[in-house]
Nanobody
Framework: QLQLVESGGGLVQPGGSLRLSCAAS????????IAWFRQAPGKEREGVSC????????YYADSVKGRFTASRDNAKNTVYLQMNSLKPDDTAVYYCAARRRPMNIVTWRALNDYDYWGQGTQVTVSS
């Protein structure tokens, strides 16, 4: 069974940090770009970051630049999202997704271009 499983979400105070993990099973992530999306209540799902497989280049939403960092460990078949200086506006369900289709700085946000999705993990930033 091919799947992605996120973990690491939780409740954190503003200014705190969390590290999300996205583990793949049934397939190898080596040749897939991995993105993180998030969806807050009443809002559309939005792209947070994307890590390409071909050259390791990464893209970030303006709202998280300088605070979030994506990385991958191919040996563990896992991708991570380190989130620092968290704000209440970061509260959302976070999803990881994998794609093989080529992308650029614009097209990485296209939801329909992703082949696999995780079930999501809740991140709540509140005092």
């Amino acid at each position: 069974q091919l799947q992605l499983v996120e973990s690491g979400g939780g409740l954190v105070q503003p200014g705190g940090s969390l590290r999300l993990s996205c583990a793949a099973s049934g397939f190898t992530l080596d040749f897939y770009a991995i993105a993180w999306f998030r969806q807050a209540p009443g809002k559309e799902r939005e792209g947070v970051s994307c890590l390409r497989s071909s050259d390791g280049r990464s893209y970030y939403a303006d709202s998280v630049k300088g605070r979030f960092t994506a990385s991958r460990d191919n040996a563990k078949n896992t991708v991570y999202l380190q989130m620092n200086s968290l704000k209440p506006d970061d509260t959302a369900v976070y999803y990881c997704a994998a794609r093989r289709r080529p992308m650029n700085i614009v097209t990485w946000r296209a939801l329909n271009d992703y082949d696999y999705w995780g079930q999501g993990t809740q991140v709540t930033v509140s005092s």
